[in-house]
């Protein structure tokens, strides 16, 4: 599947496209942006149900999204095929705060007969003008 266009999805799909591919991530807010077989790309704005009580974000969800970024583009670059994650890592470098948008990315970086690796770090974050 290399060199396959990447979908850039317009605004009015997104939410929509969203919903289809991943309902946990969608109940947060996600919305993916982008997706090829890859990378994907997506964002969402931070939210008081899961933040800690000092308006940070959780760092479960964090890797919930990474999780799910991740396993979106195994889905995509393997064809469709029923997927499952094997392991998964995270490092807390920087807080994401309560409204502020927070850009992921997920790219592949091995595709083997079995196994793929995808590397989804947080873009960064910026805070959001209210």
């Known amino acids: 599947m290399a060199g396959t ?5 317009d605004r009015p799909n997104q939410a929509k496209i969203t ?20 990378k994907i790309t997506g ?24 999780e799910g970024v991740a396993s979106a583009g195994a889905y995509f670059a393997s064809g469709y095929q029923r ?15 309560l409204g502020d948008q ?3 990315e997920a790219t592949r970086i091995l595709l083997g007969r079995t196994i793929q690796v995808h590397l989804a770090p947080t873009l960064g974050h910026q805070k959001r003008i209210e």
């Open 83 to 97: 997927v499952a994650g094997v392991q998964l890592s995270v490092n807390y470098i920087k807080p994401a705060f």
């Open 5 to 9: 266009p990447s979908i850039p999805l």
């Open 102 to 104: 927070v850009d992921v």
């Open 43 to 66: 964002h969402l704005t931070v939210s008081e149900p899961w933040c800690q009580p000092f308006k940070r974000m959780h760092g479960g969800v964090a890797a919930f999204v990474a």
């Open 19 to 38: 919903a289809e591919i991943d309902r946990p991530l969608h109940s947060l807010g996600f919305v993916y942006s982008n997706v090829s077989p890859e």
